[in-house]
């Protein structure tokens, strides 16, 4: 079995586990582009190899990026433009009204997908430079919206829901990491730290953190890029030569 096919049957596996999650209130709409967008996202699983460097875990879909492509961070330019993917996009059931899914029309970019993958092209040029030593998945694949529309992330949620959603999240885990037998773990961000190393518990495998992308970090917003590469080289990560000045100049 392909690499691709085991992260699909991986996806499809917790996507079922987690059909019946329904968080208590502020929480009123519960959305799965693996889903809606599993053309997207199944496109997206090709790229994965293996052996890899290190996977790149983060936290679950942000409203304008995976929620609208089904690829993690999936900033629609750079889904299109960088990952060469633009596949029809579903209309999903009990979408929210104030936060449309759109698919590849989204006129709205996410930030935290803009940077992560504008860092990637900036510095590996191409996506299959980037695929043949890393990979990157979310924990959980479910985007959680409140009345208002604002975004509620995992962390948030109630203590019930919690209690289903993370032991199939874990377990989510470690069959990626089984199928792309990476050397490493990076969580983006704290949570997905925390959450990978409780699920890779008892493995002889390293896991790390680096700084998430998100706009409501405000160490993010003082220059990202420039600092996971630093907290990547402290890890042991060597990265191609490129131009540093571009690097240190992304502004987002």
């Known amino acids: 079995m392909t690499v691709a096919a085991e992260l699909g049957r991986v996806s499809r596996s917790l996507s ?21 967008a599993r053309r997207s996202h199944e496109a997206f699983l090709q790229a994965a190899e293996r052996p890899i460097e290190a996977l790149l875990l983060g936290m679950n879909p942000g409203p304008w990026g995976m929620a609208q492509t089904g690829v993690p961070f999936g900033e629609v330019q750079h889904v299109r433009s960088f990952l060469g ?17 759109s698919g590849f029309d989204c006129p709205r970019s996410e930030v935290s997908g803009r940077r992560l993958w504008g860092w990637v092209s900036d510095r590996f040029g191409t996506a299959g430079a980037f695929f043949e030593r890393f990979f990157v998945w979310n924990w959980c694949p479910l985007v959680f919206l409140e009345a208002s529309g604002r975004n509620r992330t ?5 203590a019930e829901a919690r209690a289903v959603i ?14 792309l037998e990476p050397s490493m773990v990076i969580g983006v961000g704290a949570f997905a730290r925390a959450r990978a190393s409780k699920a890779l518990s008892g493995l002889d495998l390293p896991v790390h953190q680096i700084l998430h992308p998100s706009p ?18 402290a890890i042991g990560v060597d990265l191609p030569a490129d131009d540093q000045a571009a690097i240190s100049a992304r502004e987002d």
């Open 216 to 233: 409501a970090s405000p160490a993010a917003n003082r220059g990202w890029a420039p600092q996971i590469e630093r907290q990547l080289d």
């Open 85 to 101: 993917i633009d596949e029809p996009v579903e209309q999903p059931e009990g979408a929210h009204p104030k936060r449309p899914i």
């Open 16 to 36: 079922a586990a987690l059909s019946g999650v329904q968080p208590a209130a502020p929480v009123t709409h519960v959305l799965d582009p693996t889903v809606y």
């Open 154 to 158: 995992p962390d948030k949620l109630d």
């Open 166 to 179: 993370e032991p199939a999240c874990d377990e989510a885990v470690r069959r990626v990491v089984a199928a």
